[in-house]
């Protein structure tokens, strides 16, 4: 077995509760601009490490994750730096918050504090989920029109978790 240096160990431990994991997809970049549509070019500015969503019991994927490493006020007042989404399947099971709150750690870790996420009014559940995160409301606005033409509807919910 392969040991681990207390980062690699403190990093997994971050990705890993006791129901699901988070294992990472990809991380996009300024290199990967091309996987972007034009519309979505823009965020390629900055880290985006995307993660699958396992039930640790059987390894089952049942969702996705994704956090934008950046204090870039453009992208983060246009998308925020969380988006998630669990597969209907896999819904009212409680992964969502537990997928938030290990990325929400692991925000921590890259000092991306406040941490805020953009939720469409209507996404009564993916609201619930961050509020049960210990995210907090703070407004209601227009959706930015960079934010609009990624397919957000015309007003988001401003959330934002000041430290985990």
Same mark, same amino acid.
């Given at each position: 077995?392969?040991e =681990?240096?207390p980062?690699?160990?403190?990093?997994?431990?971050?990705?890993? &509760?006791?129901? *699901?994991?988070l294992?990472?997809?990809?991380?996009?970049?300024?290199?990967?601009?091309?996987?972007?549509?034009?519309?979505?070019?823009?965020?390629?500015?900055?880290?985006?490490?995307?993660?699958? *969503?396992?039930?640790?019991? &059987?390894?089952?994927?049942?969702g996705? *994750?994704?956090?934008?490493?950046?204090?870039?006020?453009?992208?983060?007042g246009?998308?925020?730096?969380?988006?998630?989404?669990? &597969?209907?399947?896999?819904?009212r099971?409680?992964?969502?918050?537990?997928a938030?709150?290990?990325?929400?750690?692991?925000?921590? =870790?890259?000092k991306?504090?406040?941490?805020?996420?953009?939720?469409?009014?209507?996404? *009564?559940?993916?609201?619930k989920?961050?509020?049960?995160?210990?995210? =907090?409301?703070?407004?209601?606005?227009s959706? =930015?029109?960079?934010?609009a033409?990624?397919?957000?509807?015309?007003?988001?919910?401003?959330?934002?978790?000041?430290?985990?």
């Amino acid at each position: 077995m392969k040991e =681990q240096s207390p980062e690699n160990t403190s990093a997994t431990n971050l990705l890993v &509760d006791e129901i *699901i994991e988070l294992r990472l997809v990809r991380v996009l970049g300024c290199k990967e601009i091309a996987l972007r549509s034009p519309e979505a070019q823009f965020l390629s500015r900055s880290p985006e490490h995307r993660f699958a *969503i396992h039930r640790r019991s &059987d390894g089952l994927r049942v969702g996705r *994750i994704h956090l934008r490493v950046t204090n870039d006020e453009d992208i983060v007042g246009a998308v925020g730096h969380v988006g998630y989404e669990v &597969d209907d399947l896999h819904r009212r099971n409680g992964y969502a918050v537990r997928a938030i709150k290990l990325i929400i750690d692991l925000a921590h =870790q890259y000092k991306v504090v406040p941490l805020w996420v953009l939720i469409e009014p209507e996404n *009564i559940a993916s609201r619930k989920a961050a509020e049960r995160a210990g995210f =907090q409301l703070v407004d209601v606005i227009s959706t =930015q029109p960079k934010a609009a033409f990624l397919g957000i509807g015309p007003q988001v919910c401003r959330y934002v978790i000041e430290q985990p």
